[in-house]
């Protein structure tokens, strides 16, 4: 795609987004309260699937800065045979780079600048090193509770993932939809797989900063026609090397700058895959829940997937 063509669809992306006071919101005012009761109604055997990768603390291809854990008390190891009467306790620190190629996170509205400007026009100059302001992670305090709908694209091209640098297509995404019998609809969380975990566990870890599966950014008027609410993937969502000329990520761009579209970022859907293809049902209800964190622009996250 040609930076122009680019150009184009993130006009016609920002006109179909939200205006006045639910811009603030961006694409989560798709959520209604409605559709959020309709989910949990759909239940059936309360199965729950986390959705979120191990954090990793040491270093490798696609995470040269590990999340730092390590526990600060009890200072001294204590023998079990000797140890010290009373109460003790034991405490932890950790630290991370919030938006890292190995963990799974969410990204806030304000993570993505473009053309010196945040998704609603706020200026750039609204990131300062004390926190962001406006449209940050506090937007999603509450959580993200909504309905959830896996489309499983290796599945549908009878592959165990996709290789490095393919990308998902709107034809793809409808496709999968009609193979496993479900409709992406307004104010769902859609989560595409690509094989990105599976890949990394039978291959191992490689520099997924330059080379991933992810959506092309011409299926994200797909998204924006059916009024997705949140956008998630095992990848980064994007595509690398990007498939437009001069922009990366630009899938990024369109969902969080054009859209106000919520991203998750490096999810683990293989078991959710796997017990979507078990119960034969695609739909669940999920649950997203990120840290406190004011002035952040983004968290680590454990989305959970009730069946």
């Known amino acids: 795609m040609a ?150 694209v290796p599945r549908l091209r009878g592959v165990p993932w996709l290789e490095p640098g393919d990308s998902v297509t709107a034809d793809d995404l409808t496709a999968a939809e009609e193979e496993q019998g479900v409709r992406v609809e307004p104010g769902d969380l859609l989560l595409v797989r690509v094989g990105h975990r599976r890949r990394r566990g039978e291959r191992g870890a490689w520099d997924a900063a330059h080379a991933r599966a992810g959506l092309h950014p011409a299926g994200m008027r797909l998204l924006a026609e059916r009024r997705v609410a949140v956008l998630g993937s095992d990848g980064n969502n994007d595509t690398a090397p990007s498939p437009v000329t001069g922009v990366p990520f630009p899938v990024h761009v369109l969902a969080l700058h054009a859209l106000g579209m919520h991203l998750m970022d490096y999810l683990d859907l293989e078991g959710l895959a796997r017990a979507c293809a078990e119960l034969g049902r695609w739909r669940f209800l999920c649950a997203v829940a990120p840290l406190r964190l004011p002035g952040a622009t983004g968290s680590p996250v454990n989305p959970i997937a009730v069946l």
């Open 3 to 152: 930076e122009a063509a680019f150009r184009s669809l993130h006009a016609e992306l920002l006109r179909r987004a939200y205006t006045g006071d639910e811009r603030r919101r961006g694409a989560l005012a798709h959520l209604t309260p409605e559709r959020v009761a309709a989910a949990a109604a759909g239940v059936r055997q309360g199965r729950t699937v986390s959705l979120a990768a191990p954090i990793e603390t040491w270093a490798g291809p696609d995470d040269p800065q590990p999340a730092v854990h390590r526990l600060i008390a009890p200072i001294a190891p204590i023998a079990p045979e000797t140890g010290a009467p009373g109460v003790h306790f034991a405490l932890d620190r950790f630290a991370m780079n919030v938006h890292g190629d190995a963990h799974t996170h969410l990204d806030a509205l304000c993570h993505v600048v473009f053309d010196g400007e945040l998704h609603g026009g706020l200026p750039e100059g609204r990131l300062t090193a004390g926190g962001a302001r406006g449209i940050t992670l506090d937007l999603v305090r509450d959580g993200i509770v909504g309905p959830g709908v896996l489309l499983d």
